[in-house]
């Protein structure tokens, strides 16, 4: 049975991938550095690989590792 219209969604955020040094802090997500857009790509997909999630790539250029 699918998820009900009046239900909201339980999105998980399990980790933040950016470019930008000050966006990562420490706690939960994990956030984590990148020096280059493609090594922030494929770090993005190798985590959502791994922890079986998704990705995002918002209007900020990070990457979000989603569990619904």
């Given amino acids: 049975m ?3 219209s009046s239900e909201r969604p339980n999105y998980q955020i399990l ?8 966006r990562v802090i ?8 990148a020096e280059e857009e493609e ?7 190798d985590l959502a690989k791994a922890m079986k999630a998704d990705t995002v790539k918002t209007k900020d250029g990070d990457y979000l590792i989603l569990r619904v």
């Avoid at 980790?15 to 000050?22: E, F, H, L, S, Y």
């Avoid at 420490?26 to 550095?33: E, K, V, W």
């Fill in 15 to 22: 980790a933040i991938v950016t470019m930008t040094r000050n």
């Fill in 39 to 45: 090594q922030q790509k494929r770090m993005a997909q």
């Fill in 2 to 4: 699918g998820r009900e």
């Fill in 26 to 33: 420490t706690g939960s997500p994990l956030a984590l550095f």
